[in-house]
């Protein structure tokens, strides 16, 4: 029992040419419950990509300066459109209740400390000296995408950080479809909310 002859994590080995005592998994190997089939999912990409989507970022959707306003956040909706032309515009799966109340819950924990609480980007940070984000109901934020949504949360976008380590892949698209049911909250009452509160 002292003395197996068996392999040490990281230990060499004579035994095999490379002298590595472990065996590199096969190529493709895909460990267990990390199967990512499903792209529209699990990036927010549509699947099958059209010619444009390598296109550079249009300064359309570019993050820019300092303040709350992106220049283009008037962009009509076919460049909008066209500004995220390899996300996509559907959820992956249907949004119930069950789901909204669940995005909702998420969104107040880990997105209106800064967007708040009605995603007008009038969270505590905000008020305390953090950067604007934009609002959601501004026009272009309105039209675009869900995809590009994800693409923000899962990756970071300017001064936000990725938030793929705190949400997971499903409670993602479930605080869009939250954010969805704001932008519909707030879509009739635009000029109101665009003067009213405690902005800088
Ligand atoms: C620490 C503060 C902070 C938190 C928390 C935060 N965001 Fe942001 N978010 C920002 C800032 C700042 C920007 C603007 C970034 C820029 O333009 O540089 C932004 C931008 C965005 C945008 C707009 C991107 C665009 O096209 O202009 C979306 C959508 C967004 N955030 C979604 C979310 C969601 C969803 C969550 C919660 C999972 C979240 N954010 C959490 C600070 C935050």
């Known amino acids: 029992m002292q003395d197996q002859p068996k392999a040490k994590p990281f230990r060499s080995s004579s035994f095999f040419k490379d002298g590595l005592s472990s065996r590199q998994p096969v190529e493709g190997t895909i460990a267990r419950g990390w199967l990512r089939e499903d792209k529209e ?3 927010g990409k ?4 059209s010619p444009s989507a ?3 970022l249009t300064s359309a959707i570019a993050p820019t300066g300092p303040t709350a306003t992106t220049p283009n956040a008037n962009a009509s909706p076919s460049q909008v459109a066209a500004a995220y032309p390899d996300d996509v515009e559907k959820f992956p799966f249907p949004i119930t209740e069950e789901i909204l109340n669940r995005g909702q819950e998420r969104f107040q924990i880990y997105c209106s400390v800064c967007h708040g609480m009605t995603g007008q980007g009038d969270g505590m940070i905000v008020r305390r000296g953090f950067r604007k984000p934009p609002s959601y109901h501004e026009q272009r934020l309105r039209e675009a995408p869900v995809g590009h949504f994800f693409d923000v ?3 970071g976008w300017g001064a936000m950080p990725s938030y793929a380590s705190q949400v997971p892949v499903r409670d993602r698209w479930a ?3 939250y954010i969805r049911a704001l932008q519909l909250s707030q879509a009739g009452a635009q000029p109101a909310t665009q003067t009213s509160g405690d902005r800088k």
């Not at 549509?46 to 990509?49: D, G, S």
């Open 153 to 155: 949360v899962s990756n």
């Open 46 to 49: 549509k699947t099958t990509t």
């Open 54 to 56: 390598a296109a550079p």
């Open 41 to 43: 999912l699990y990036t």
């Open 175 to 177: 605080i869009i479809g």
